[in-house]
């Protein structure tokens, strides 16, 4: 499965932006999903996760309230909904993708995933 994110771009903050990431291949119902950002400097976090049947969800405690993840099967996509953005949002956000054998399953360890995108660029002003 290849990915692409797209939906970055420059907002002021309290703005919401949506993330989505697209993927070719039929087998995107049996893929779990995590984004993940990496600010300038700072090595790359978690962001959240989506188990394959959607059923699974984490997220980073720093976007808990603020940022919802979901998915598509028939579009073979994940969208990452993300309001009221702070400037420490700003960051290269990145989708990642792993086979799962369980449709539960969901992971917040980039390590875990096998796949990912080339990343969109969120920046968020004061």
């Known amino acids: 499965v290849q990915l692409q994110a797209s939906g970055g771009g420059l907002v002021q903050a309290g703005d919401s932006l949506r993330l989505s990431c697209s993927t070719s291949?039929?087998?995107?119902?049996?893929?779990?999903m995590g984004w993940f950002r990496q600010a300038p400097g700072k090595e790359r976090e978690f962001v959240g996760a989506?188990?394959?049947?959607?059923?699974?969800?984490k997220y980073a405690d720093s976007v808990k309230g603020r940022f919802t993840i979901s998915r598509d099967n028939a579009r073979s996509s994940v969208y990452m909904q993300m309001n009221s953005l702070k400037p420490e949002d700003t960051a290269i956000y990145y989708c990642?993708?792993?086979?799962?054998?369980?449709?539960?399953?969901?992971?917040?360890?980039?390590?875990?995933?096998?796949?990912w995108g080339q990343g969109t660029e969120v920046t968020v002003s004061s």
């Open positions: 291949g039929n087998t995107f119902s049996t893929y779990a």
């Open positions: 989506i188990s394959a049947s959607g059923g699974m969800i």
């Open positions: 990642a993708a792993k086979a799962s054998g369980s449709i539960r399953w969901v992971s917040s360890f980039q390590n875990e995933y096998n796949k």
